[in-house]
């Protein structure tokens, strides 16, 4: 069974920092591109970070550049999405997706929700 649970999400201020992990299974891992999105509210679901299968290639949202950081551990399974110097703007629920290039496999996680406020 395929799983990619999110966690780490939560309320900070701005300026605050979080990390976001997300943990898969039922799949191989280490085959996949991995990647962060999120949704706010009335908008569409953006793509907030990318990362390739070995972690060679990585791409962010102008948004994020400079201040998030994506990152994983393939013997561990395991994305993660550091978040610093938070924003007002970051408020969303944040989703992580595997996608191997060459099946057209995609999975989805249920999302964490990021609260960004003072």
């Known amino acids: 069974q395929v799983q990619l649970v999110e966690s780490g999400g939560g309320l900070v201020e701005p300026g605050g920092s979080l990390r976001l992990s997300c943990a898969a299974s039922?799949?191989?891992?280490?085959?996949?591109?991995m990647s962060w999105h999120r949704q706010s509210p009335g908008k569409e679901r953006e793509l907030v970070a990318t990362?390739?299968?070995?972690?060679?290639?990585?791409r962010y949202a102008d948004s994020v550049k400079g201040r998030f950081t994506i990152s994983r551990d393939n013997a561990r399974n395991t994305a993660y999405l550091q978040m610093n110097r938070l924003k007002l703007e970051d408020t969303a629920v944040y989703y992580c997706?595997?996608?191997?290039?060459?099946?057209?496999?995609?999975?989805w996680g249920q999302g964490t929700q990021v609260t960004v406020s003072s």
């Open positions: 997706n595997a996608y191997q290039i060459y099946s057209g496999y995609d999975y």
């Open positions: 039922g799949f191989s891992f280490s085959t996949y591109a």
């Open positions: 990362i390739t299968s070995a972690g060679i290639s990585i």
